[in-house]
């Protein structure tokens, strides 16, 4: 197989462009200027987020392309569900070394083709750029009803917190494979009003505490009901891992019982770890009444130490 610098720019864009499919609300996708789409119904809104991959920051090259690839894209669709929305289009930023093989191109778009079509989220442009080491940036837009957008300046003391699926996995490999929480997402915006959601990226105290500044409130958490991964290790470990890409959320109690009754998804845990406060901070409830403050642990970047992979 070629390496890039023999490809050449443009053929590179077609080979990777390959096969993807227009829909309805695309006037024009892949190949002028800019993409253009008709405007959604005036009682959607648009929703925007971007997230980028870097080499040996994010991923190393020896990890499946095809893989990484999904990853990319899953990551935003996973913040798509976290507002509540459906996902809509995205563009892809390539940063590509000029020695890389075409073989690994094709098949980290292989990966990314696949999961915009399994999420129909449709590839309307990118761009392309060489570069010395791999970088992905995906951009992804979704809409959402106005009235159900999700924020994570909801949240309300005596509200009860859930997350989907379990925490702790992401290190032994699963933040390559994780599949974003569109449909639950969508169940429960359709069926409940949901006060705050966020995505689990950053480490569940971490990302728990976002919500609970946004909102200006605290939370006591049973550790006992913290659904760790298999593997996970400790508690505090898990915690703290990052990049679970669950759904974490609250909900009045009266909603959050029906919600215990009536999920529909088997094969995703629903956890209901514990309850919003109005004095602020995060506590453990530690038996009979006692709590303890803790600090949130979490994923950060330009903390040394702290990236997956150093
Ligand atoms: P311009 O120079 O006008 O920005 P480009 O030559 O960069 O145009 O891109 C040509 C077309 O190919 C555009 O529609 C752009 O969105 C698309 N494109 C470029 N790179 C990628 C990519 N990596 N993935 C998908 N589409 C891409
Ligand atoms: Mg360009």
């Known amino acids: 197989m070629p390496e890039l610098s023999q490809v050449g720019e443009f053929k590179l864009i077609r080979e990777l462009s390959r096969g993807i499919s227009a829909n309805a609300s695309i006037i024009k996708g892949i190949g002028d200027d800019a993409a253009v789409t008709v405007p959604g119904s005036p009682d959607l809104c648009n929703l925007f987020t971007v997230d980028m991959l870097i080499e040996n920051i994010h991923f190393r090259r020896s990890q499946p392309p095809e893989l990484v690839g999904r990853k990319a894209l899953s990551v935003s669709l996973s913040d798509i569900a976290a507002m509540g929305g459906r996902p809509g289009f995205c563009l892809v930023s390539l940063g590509l070394p000029a020695d890389l093989d075409l073989d690994y191109a094709r098949a980290l778009y292989r990966g990314l083709r696949a999961t915009a079509r399994r999420w129909n989220c449709t590839l309307i442009g990118g761009d392309t750029n060489r570069s010395l080491r791999i970088i992905i940036s ?3 837009s979704g809409t959402v009803r106005s ?3 999700v924020y994570r ?6 509200d009860q917190i859930f997350i989907t699926g379990s925490i702790g996995a ?5 933040h390559l494979r994780f599949s974003p929480r ?6 429960l915006t359709e069926n409940f009003s949901l006060n705050a959601m966020i995505d689990v990226s950053d480490g569940l105290f971490q990302d728990l505490s976002h919500i609970l500044e946004a909102s200006f409130c605290g939370a006591v958490i049973d550790p006992k009901r913290i659904p760790l991964a298999k593997g996970a290790g400790s508690l505090e470990k898990a915690a703290a891992a990052g990049e ?3 759904l974490l959320f609250t909900l009045s109690p009266d909603q959050g019982d029906r919600l215990m009754k009536d999920w529909p998804f088997p094969r995703v845990r629903l956890s209901r770890i514990g309850s919003i406060t109005a004095g602020r901070g995060l506590s453990l409830s530690q038996g009979s ?3 303890r403050k803790i600090k949130p642990q979490g994923f950060s970047h330009f903390k040394p130490g702290r990236t997956w992979f150093e």
Request: glycine share 18%; no cysteine.
């Open 147 to 149: 009235d159900r957008a």
């Open 182 to 187: 569109l449909k639950e997402s969508a169940f």
């Open 244 to 246: 679970d890409f669950e």
């Open 138 to 140: 995906v951009s992804v």
């Open 170 to 174: 992401g290190p032994s490999g699963r």
């Open 153 to 158: 300046s909801g949240a309300k003391p005596g």
């Open 289 to 291: 009444g006692r709590v």
